[in-house]
């Protein structure tokens, strides 16, 4: 059997990412690595980063000594470590946002990107234009930052994080062509929206663990 490096910066992704690495990879087994400190790191001081790319980066040669197969980045706050990391382990490493962003430049113009995390939003915004440009598209991009809603579900009241969410997001899916949800952890919501609307939103999990599974096959 196979093995997936999972590296995460809150608790919160572990269950949902399992869950859909058992159902598209049940070929990996999963190993977890979390690091919980980080994201609290990079709130209090953004200019931690150079100090947190190494931290991950260390998490991910460990992974591959340990015997993994590939790597899945699971913080889109991080996502631009996977750039460096792929220079110093020899295994693939995925972005868990790279699909969506993808994903979103091929449909739409206008597009809304939210989070509930600050420093989620321009790693998130900085990908889109990246995959726009390597596209030759002009994009518009709005955003929006729900800290309530992180606050929220860091004191473990999911049920007022999803409210505060859906609130949010029902209000954007008017303005914009297309909505990316800039963390994992908001995924969930999308299946409290109405189905009309469901297809406007795009995140990162599902999508992510595909394009794993899409570079598994072809390793």
């Given at each position: 059997?196979?093995?997936?490096?999972?590296?995460?910066?809150?608790?919160?992704t572990?269950?949902?990412?399992?869950?859909?690495?058992?159902?598209?990879?049940?070929?990996?087994?999963?190993?977890?690595?979390?690091?919980?400190?980080?994201?609290?790191?990079?709130?209090?001081?953004?200019?931690?980063?150079s100090?947190v790319?190494?931290?991950?980066?260390?998490?991910?040669?460990?992974?591959?000594?340990?015997?993994?197969?590939?790597?899945l980045?699971?913080?889109?706050?991080?996502?631009?470590v996977?750039k460096d990391?792929?220079?110093?382990?020899?295994i693939?490493?995925?972005?868990?946002?790279?699909?969506m962003?993808?994903?979103a430049i091929?449909?739409?113009?206008?597009?809304?990107?939210v989070?509930?995390?600050?420093?989620?939003?321009?790693?998130?915004?900085?990908?889109l234009?990246?995959?726009?440009?390597?596209?030759?598209?002009?994009?518009?991009?709005?955003?929006?930052?729900?800290?309530?809603?992180?606050?929220?579900?860091?004191?473990?009241?999911?049920?007022?994080?999803d409210?505060?969410?859906?609130?949010?997001l029902?209000?954007?899916?008017?303005?914009v062509d297309?909505?990316?949800?800039?963390?994992?952890?908001?995924?969930?919501?999308?299946a409290?929206?109405?189905?009309?609307?469901q297809s406007?939103?795009?995140?990162?999990?599902?999508?992510g663990?595909?394009?794993?599974?899409?570079i598994?096959e072809?390793?």
């Amino acid at each position: 059997m196979k093995t997936l490096a999972i590296v995460h910066t809150t608790p919160v992704t572990i269950e949902p990412l399992k869950a859909l690495a058992r159902e598209l990879l049940p070929d990996h087994q999963v190993i977890n690595f979390v690091d919980d400190s980080i994201l609290p790191k990079l709130i209090e001081d953004p200019s931690h980063m150079s100090f947190v790319r190494k931290k991950i980066i260390q998490y991910m040669k460990f992974a591959e000594k340990t015997g993994a197969d590939i790597i899945l980045n699971a913080c889109s706050s991080v996502g631009e470590v996977v750039k460096d990391a792929k220079k110093e382990v020899n295994i693939p490493v995925i972005r868990i946002d790279e699909a969506m962003a993808e994903k979103a430049i091929s449909e739409g113009n206008k597009i809304g990107v939210v989070a509930t995390l600050a420093t989620t939003l321009n790693p998130t915004m900085a990908l889109l234009e990246s995959k726009a440009a390597e596209s030759g598209k002009e994009i518009q991009l709005e955003s929006n930052v729900a800290s309530e809603a992180y606050q929220k579900l860091m004191n473990g009241e999911k049920e007022k994080h999803d409210h505060i969410l859906k609130d949010l997001l029902e209000k954007m899916a008017n303005e914009v062509d297309i909505i990316v949800l800039a963390q994992a952890s908001m995924a969930r919501v999308v299946a409290q929206l109405p189905k009309s609307s469901q297809s406007k939103f795009l995140s990162s999990p599902k999508l992510g663990m595909l394009r794993v599974r899409e570079i598994a096959e072809r390793a």
